[in-house]
């Protein structure tokens, strides 16, 4: 636990378009010697005074992305000041040394980490402008970043825990940020974050077990996704071909359209029994048409529904780790601090502004979250602590992942090398390693079908063997890697 809040910290750096203080994780683990899952939730609330209400007075009809309204309570720092006193050993001093080594002397922007930022900094606003570009301009590859800032507030953690962070001179300075831009966050906002203990939900995939963080993330949806998929003979298919990611991506749309129908703060969630249930999951697969893309799955699925950085960490005892840790988008709101430049999430872009909608905004809330780390049993035994990165995608990579694994008998790392597609807003995303040819076949089935300009998401995962024998799988999409030692 602690070199997975070490590292997880330390990537606010590394990526900061990614991740960083200023966001929310969610967290599995399984204590050495033990095959039971934990989970913590640690994503942050809307504030009090935030109601949908104010907004469709306003005339939106979504959350304005890059808006304070958009910015939940950062809740990251409290769930790993809370992990590192019940879980870790080395106590926060050591945990967030690295961090405020990196943050203070500064570190090299790696590839991946260049193309992101240059495509994501125009939505960076006032003070984070200046806290995130360099003479105005995205750095270049190799150009050194640094965040005196962060560190200093770091060095406040790591001697005064979560209330440095939630209280005093650090949460003023991200309030006066949020309010000086219509935020109606408050001191008590901040003063009141808390992460909490959960319970996780599984469902199998043929031999395999998979493990997921509940809502407000999105693990019912992957379960219900390989529901879906386990009354298709995928195992017959080309795992390169037409015939899969057509099922794959009609089994998403459905899934996909359960997730925003139901899934929000667990306190408002009433129909995840329904979600997680084989019987729905029987009822969709029903749905698909082998031979034709579906356009309108919501209105098809009526019947049935009436009523991102990621990293794991396996150590010499075998206590597992997967953690998730993300600001949403690029650069999250692209609002940052005046004083220490901690750049906030919009997370509260995940509320619905539907009335009456168990995931409508409303104070206290929390939003429906894309991310989710996953950890899968075999045979009752943890056998690998797992994630996929890509915002939206992420429960289908959950959900192909595992596929590749049962169904086509890859090793981790091809499992995670090998190409994606992906069904997202009216389109079939697809990465340039499919043939011409399965691209054409997929738009005479009905899809609409485009060729993305960077590859869908990243994905991480270690293969804990019954001999012992670890094995770290690391996704080349990412600039990240496999480490042992």
């Known amino acids: 636990m602690d070199a997975a809040i070490a590292g997880a910290v330390l990537l606010g ?5 990614m991740t960083g203080i200023g966001g929310d994780c969610f967290v599995l683990y399984s204590p050495a010697g033990s095959d039971d899952v934990h989970a913590l939730n640690g994503s942050g609330r809307a504030p009090a005074a935030l109601d949908a209400e104010l907004l469709r007075n306003q005339g939106e009809s979504t959350v304005p992305i890059l808006s304070a309204h958009a910015v939940t309570v950062p809740c990251a720092i409290d769930a790993f000041c809370t992990l590192s006193e019940q879980v870790g050993k080395l106590g926060l001093d050591r945990i967030l040394a690295p961090a405020i080594h990196y943050a203070d002397q500064g570190v090299p922007v790696a590839p991946r980490v260049a193309s992101d930022w240059a495509n994501d900094c125009g939505k960076l606003k006032g003070a984070a402008q200046k806290a995130y570009l360099f003479d105005g301009k995205a750095p270049k590859i190799g150009q050194i970043f640094r965040a005196p800032g962060q560190a200093e507030v770091l060095r406040r953690i790591a001697k005064n825990g979560r209330d440095a962070f939630y209280t005093g001179e650090v949460a003023e300075d991200m309030l006066q940020a949020l309010n000086s831009l219509g935020g109606v ?9 808390s992460s909490n203990v959960t319970t996780p939900v599984s469902g ?23 529901n879906i998929l386990s009354h298709f003979n995928i195992s017959d298919m080309d795992p390169f071909g037409a015939k899969r990611v057509h099922i794959e991506a009609e089994a ?8 925003n129908r139901f899934l929000a703060d667990p306190d408002h969630i009433t129909r995840l029994d329904h979600m997680l249930s084989p019987e729905t999951a029987k009822k969709l697969a029903n749905l698909i048409d082998p031979n034709k893309a579906m356009q309108a799955p919501a209105e098809l699925s009526e019947s049935v529904h009436k009523d991102t950085i990621y990293i794991t960490v396996v150590d010499r005892d075998g206590m597992a780790v997967s953690l998730i840790y993300s600001i949403f988008h690029g650069f999250g709101s692209g609002i940052a601090t005046d004083k220490f430049g901690i750049l906030l999430q919009n997370r509260g ?5 539907e009335k009456g909608h168990p995931n409508e905004m409303k104070g206290g809330k929390r939003p429906m979250h894309t991310i989710i780390p996953g950890m899968i049993r075999e045979n009752g035994k943890v056998r690998m602590p797992f994630g996929v990165m890509g915002g939206q995608y992420q429960s289908t990579g959950h959900a192909r992942f595992a596929s590749n694994l049962v169904d086509f008998d890859m090793d981790p790392q091809t499992a995670i090398d090998a190409p994606r597609a992906f069904f997202d807003a009216g389109t079939l995303r697809m990465e340039n390693r499919y043939s011409d040819s399965v691209k054409q076949e997929l738009t005479d089935l009905g899809h609409t079908v485009v060729t993305p300009d960077t590859a869908i998401g990243g994905a991480q995962a270690i293969d804990i063997r019954p001999d012992g024998v670890l094995i770290g799988a690391s996704d080349p999409r990412k600039d990240g890697c496999a480490l042992g030692y």
């Open 13 to 17: 750096i590394c990526e900061p378009q």
């Open 185 to 193: 966050h408050a001191s008590a906002d901040f003063a009141n974050a």
């Open 204 to 226: 199998p995939y043929k031999s395999l077990e998979v493990v997921e963080h509940p809502p407000n993330g999105q693990g019912a949806t992957a379960l219900l996704l390989m």
């Open 252 to 259: 998403t749309k459905l899934a996909y359209d359960a997730r």
């Open 349 to 353: 872009a995940g509320f619905t502004l």
